[in-house]
């Protein structure tokens, strides 16, 4: 069996912040992290423990105070544009409608009108958004809003890379299950590579095959897990799945530790 | 039986909604309506009352020398329409102010964007920029005359520096507001410095625009009129001044309200083209779709 080929790494990454009083702080110490080309990989952690700084690394967004970055094996040294990148909020441009909003990420890689057109209205129906194309942003649900911003990076195939930053963090739970469920039907099958930040031990079983989990702050990567449950996979009996609570209960375990860890140093 | 009772009660829920909905449906029409009606109405109100008294006080509480009345007003007004003194003075301050506040909003959101693509350029010229805001520029109305001659330019150049300054500190303002996330999102993608200035900070800054816009209408004006009092033959200003000095007080007055009428059309056109621009959000897209 050939060796899975890596698409993102992070070789001995260190990133030091300097707070507004002067005093530098360790964010990130000696993050080893290997992305396997089409996988799904989640990020997990305490909060603060800079997970969501490694994403921005490989969005090209933050450089690291020491170490390297490589996509494709190239040192990332500048906003990294062949990356798709979801945030948690849903950064649509409120003057765009849903169409337009997706057209964005075409229109800046010079995709033709009518292709560009074309591509969006077969996005946004992929998604159960057709009808609704005309429609502006304060006019659509969260979900819809997120299904938006999800599709405006899905629908640009020079990319095939999307980093995800807790993108369902704001949505109420029922709607959180159906963009999982969603979002695992439109990647299946294209070979495409996420790596989706998340707190919820949950989401990242029913999503991932992998799960890197970090130490709390200053973070590195404390243990990755693979997550073998079949695919396709049922994100709303995920938990009656065979297998589930075992690796429930590992990361739950790793995670435990750092929670109480990143607790104790705050009291002391 | 119940099976057959079941539809019934189905449908006469069903009507019963529907007349529910009629009902609220007109209610709240009527009261729109209703508001609108009180709202003008109050509006007339308050100007009979405010024109009623200056018509009263003028000749008892107040020699009519100072304040003239309005009928007499409305009749120089009339007058000086009629017999083309007030559109000859009109067209020249009408120009004067125009061209100004085009050069001053031009050169504003202008200097804005320049001062932006240089690093830290906004923070190094801002103690600049301030102190020749604070300069009070009517101050210096009679050394631009001096400097650009008693025509058309040192009037254009008054009403543009009553304008240029606050276009271009709201016009950054503006430019500061845009979201960081945006940005990085949309660089991203893969937009190019000029995509990214003209699909996101130009759009996202325009409100502070219009807004720095629409206050400084009034003061393109101010600028304009200042001009011609201190040299000109000719201009609303030269009108104002002439028939003050001449103790015309009706004609000062209709001087003033051509100005007034003027300033309401220009800002009814600025909030068009405003509300045409931000057709997108919420306020707007609820009326343009009902």
Redesign the interface.
Known sequence: MAPATSVLEARNVYKVFVARGGKARTALRNVELTIRRGEFVCLVGPSGCGKSTVLNMFAGLVTPSDGTILHDGRTITDVNTHVGYVTQDDNLLPWRTALGNVELALECKSVGRAERRERAFDYLARVGLKGNEELYPHELSGGMRKRVSIVRTLVDDSVDVILMDEPFGPLDAQTRLILQDELLRLWQGTGRTIVFVTHDIVEAIALSDRIAIFTSVPGSIKQVRDVTLPRPRDVFHIHETPGFSTIYDAIWNDLREEILKGRDDAGA | MPAREQPMQVNAGWAHEQSLLVREERHATVTRRYETLRIFSLRAVVMGGILGLWWTASGTLIDRLFVSDPISVVTSFVQMSLDGTLWWHLESTLLEMTLGYILGVTVGVALAIIVTLIPWGGQIVRPLMLGVFAIPKVALAPLIIVWFGIHLLPKVILAASLVLFIVYFSTLAGFAAV?R??I?????????RS?LFI??IL?SAAPYIFAAMRITLPGALIGAIIGEFVSSNRGVGFLIAYASSRYNTAQVFAGILSLLIFVLILNTLVSRVEKYI?R???DQ?QRNRN
């Open positions: 979201s996330d945006l990085a999102s949309i660089r991203v993608m893969g937009a190019s995509a699909k996101l759009p931000a997108w959000r919420p897209v």
